[in-house]
T-cell receptor
Framework: GAGVSQSPRYKVAKRGQDVALRCDPI?????LFWYQQALGQGPEFLTY????????KSGLPSDRFFAERPEGSVSTLKIQRTQQEDSAVYLC?????????????FGPGTRLTVT | AQSVAQPEDQVNVAEGNPLTVKCTYS??????LFWYVQYPNRGLQFLLK??????LVKGSYGFEAEFNKSQTSFHLKKPSALVSDSALYFC????????????FGKGTMLLVSP
């Protein structure tokens, strides 16, 4: 069955460039999460959407990071003026509802390399 | 603040032997606990979770985990390891009160040798 998909799978950006990362959650999933996974580390929370509403953006590391989910399905994570420290795998996850007991389903991630 | 510790960077086990991957947590109140597995170039896959009830939770691919409140642990176990179990395993915790984020440990690489 269709899972969470992300595109592109790999992105190389020169320092200072803007990038946009796309996430297609599982159809009907209300909640959508973005995580950043640095090499050798576990995923770290960035932001959370319930439908189109961004309810938590406390994990976004700077104002260069922006996320949206305008129609409550597809989401885009945008990073402006990329820096080398932004190099990481960006994971998207979705879950059926909004409860804390629900497991999250993850996409394959986008590996961003900033040169 | 909630946190998870996975004290072992790597666990080595021979195929057919039992395996344990350790996880301890810190959270106010009773936790919601999760295990995920990550294969190379793939996203995290959900294995199992503890919400309430029986302390022994069974999950996918023959894995199970035991919740121990007094030791604040949630170790992942499997009676007989397979080479195909070799992967990166993440423990995660969520505070059940109100809305909370999912907090992951740094991961443990499991290597099963033939």
């Amino acid at each position: 069955g269709a899972g969470v998909s992300q595109s592109p799978r790999y992105k190389v950006a020169k320092r200072g460039q803007d990038v946009a990362l796309r996430c297609d959650p599982i159809s009907g999933h209300v909640s959508l999460f973005w995580y950043q996974q640095a090499l050798g580390q576990g995923p770290e929370f960035l932001t959370y959407f319930q439908n189109e509403a961004q309810l938590d953006k406390s994990g976004l590391p700077s104002d260069r990071f922006f996320a949206e989910r305008p129609e409550g399905s597809v989401s885009t994570l945008k990073i402006q003026r990329t820096q080398q420290e932004d190099s990481a795998v960006y994971l998207c996850a979705s879950s059926l509802g909004q409860g804390n007991i629900l497991e999250q389903y993850f996409g394959p991630g986008t590996r961003l390399t900033v040169t | 603040a909630q946190s998870v510790a996975q004290p072992e960077d790597q666990v080595n086990v021979a195929e057919g032997n039992p395996l344990t991957v350790k996880c301890t947590y810190s959270v106010s109140g009773n936790p919601y606990l999760f295990w995920y597995v990550q294969y190379p170039n793939r996203g995290l896959q959900f294995l199992l979770k503890y919400i309430t009830g029986d302390n022994l939770v069974k999950g996918s691919y023959g894995f199970e985990a035991e919740f121990n409140k007094s030791q604040t642990s949630f170790h992942l176990k499997k009676p007989s390891a397979l080479v195909s179990d070799s992967a990166l395993y993440f423990c995660a915790v969520r505070d059940p009160s109100g809305y909370s984020t999912l907090t992951f440990g740094k991961g443990t690489m499991l290597l099963v040798s033939p």
